[in-house]
């Protein structure tokens, strides 16, 4: 058998089709109807996914962990520091042995390339739990979350205010997959990648002011100041940053059925002000849930 069986990935969104992640988003919430009313749906038996995580992480893990157990499957879980990956053993050794054992891999960890690398060397999937350059797991439950309290998202405007980080990136590729404009406020220094930016030029704008940003919008978004393995740079961000959180009189400023979302965890009184994560126009409780209904699809789609 060949090392590199093609497969499918989802190491961002642009790896799934547009009628492919729409379709995705509407199993999710049936997946969602069928766990509330305890309806029991177990495909996945006997099948196991492998979790690899570089970077500490609490809804990636447990989504993933609890979702794959209500599949029927099993998920287990490597911190990358216990394995032999830790000891310096090539990610591609380790893709080429792992996907001969388990039906899934998910990996969280600092570079991208890194898990191109390992996709490219595995005869299974490999889900992207995080990496530096994009999260689009959190995008698929962000997504579901809208389309459940306001409906399509097509033709929207969202802003994205604060750093132009992982985050951010795979707001872009959603704005392209899910045809929405993105405004995108973040201080100078701060952009995201101007090649990703480049890829939605047509649908995505760079601006200083986030007041400017939020003006009208139906979704307002923001994450930390400061994401894992940028510890160091805390004062300097901090100060960058003065200016960009996002509380009420900001939510003001979008239109009255506006949303706020966050893909926690959250800093509050850093880049979202505290009430406003329990405030009504918050979804930020049902974004985190979603990531276990949105997942489950996922893997459903992936290996079911
Ligand atoms: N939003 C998110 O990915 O959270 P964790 O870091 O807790 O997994
Ligand atoms: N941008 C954050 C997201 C955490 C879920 C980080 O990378 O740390």
Redesign the pocket.
Known sequence: MSETVAVRHFLSLLDLEPTELRALIRRASELKRMHRAGTPHAPLRGKVLAMIFAK??????VSFEAGMAQLGGAAMFLSSGDTQLGRGEPIEDTARVLSRMVDCVMIRTFDHTDIETFAAHSRVPVING?TDRC?PC?LLADMQTYFEHRGDIAGKTVAWVGDGNNMCHSYINAARQFDFTLRIACPEGYDPDAAIVATAADRCTILRDPRQAVDGVDLVVTDTWISMGQEEEKARREKAFAGYRVDHAMMRLAAPDALFQH???AYRGKEVDGELLDAPDSVVWDEAENRMHAQKALLEFLIG
């Open positions: 500490s992480s609490t809804r990636t893990r995080l999260h959190q893909c926690l965890p």
